[in-house]
């Protein structure tokens, strides 16, 4: 009679094939999951930067023009965001000229596939000139895309629904 009661190997072995197929299956979904999450950060940090674009032209926020101590831009023609493929930045325009006011650059494995090029927002949004109407961001890792529409008239809005492309 055999007192000691334990695992066999093949049983044990069984148990470890199942644990490590769970593990697998959940490290992949996680890896998917946080994709998801990381492009929809990087679209939603556009459109707030967008927001903001518009924020500052309608209210003509004016910055003090470099070099010259408490002097503004008297000829103040909006706010403006140039959109890369990998990075946007925010822009002060006075006149013709316009100023950096801040750089942001896209997650890795994000970019822009559509809508490159300037968004420009006139001060009272009067006229405002964009040059496309969707911007489609795209995760490569997980071949899923976001898009953000514009309106003539300004309204910015995040579609959350992720598309394959």
């Known amino acids: 009679m055999n007192k000691y009661r334990g695992f066999s190997l093949i049983e044990l072995l069984v148990i470890i094939t199942v644990i490590v197929l769970f593990l697998g299956f ?6 998917t999951y946080s ?6 950060n990087d679209a939603k940090k556009l459109v707030d930067v967008l927001e903001l674009t518009k924020k500052k032209a309608l209210s003509a926020d004016l910055l003090i023009t470099p070099g ?32 950096l006011v ?16 300037d968004y420009t927002f006139p001060p009272l949004m009067n ?10 961001l795209r995760n490569s890792t997980i071949s899923m895309c976001l898009d953000i529409s514009i309106s ?8 959350e629904t992720l598309i394959t492309c």
Do not use: H, W
């Open 35 to 40: 994709q998801q999450v990381k492009l929809k």
């Open 127 to 136: 006229n405002p000139n964009f040059i496309s109407t969707t911007i489609r």
């Open 152 to 159: 003539p008239i300004g309204i910015i809005e995040l579609n």
């Open 102 to 117: 801040q750089n942001y650059d896209l997650s890795d494995n994000i970019t822009v596939i559509s809508g490159l090029g």
């Open 26 to 31: 959940g490290m992949s979904k996680y890896n």
């Open 68 to 99: 010259t101590p408490n002097t503004f831009c008297s000829n103040f023609t909006g706010y403006k965001v140039s959109i890369a493929a990998s990075s946007y930045s925010l822009n002060y325009c006075c006149s013709s000229t316009c100023s």
